[in-house]
């Protein structure tokens, strides 16, 4: 079992930057791999990037790629999402999962609760 709580979510205008945090527990965290997804209002929840159990590799969104960065601290059972040059489209609430190397948000096993982010132009 591994149970996934994010934070760091909030209001910033366009251009800004804001970093998601997601603490995971559970003994096995450091054998998954991490994703973040987002689902904005009347839409389907989308993959945004995800990290391999050790780091290695990583993998965004071609809508996030080169403005946000997918890290992982499994020391301290962490991943993070650290998002910049924010966009009102960007705006979402922000899920992280634990599951395989997959943008197929279906194939996750374990999922956080959310955390909202509006961007404002």
């Known amino acids: 079992q591994v149970r996934l709580v994010e934070s760091g979510g909030g209001l910033v205008q366009a251009g800004g930057s804001l970093r998601l945090s997601c603490a995971a527990s559970g003994r096995t965290f450091s054998s998954y791999t991490m994703g973040w997804f987002r689902q904005a209002p009347g839409k389907e929840r989308e993959f945004a990037a995800v990290?391999?159990?050790?780091?290695?590799?990583?993998l965004y969104a071609d809508s996030v790629k080169g403005r946000f960065t997918i890290s992982r601290d499994s020391a301290k059972n962490m991943v993070y999402l650290q998002m910049n040059s924010l966009k009102p489209e960007d705006t979402a609430v922000y899920y992280c999962a634990a599951g395989p190397f997959s943008k197929t948000s279906y194939e996750y096993d374990y999922w956080g609760q959310g955390t909202q982010v509006t961007v404002s132009s």
């Open positions: 990290i391999s159990w050790n780091g290695i590799s990583t």
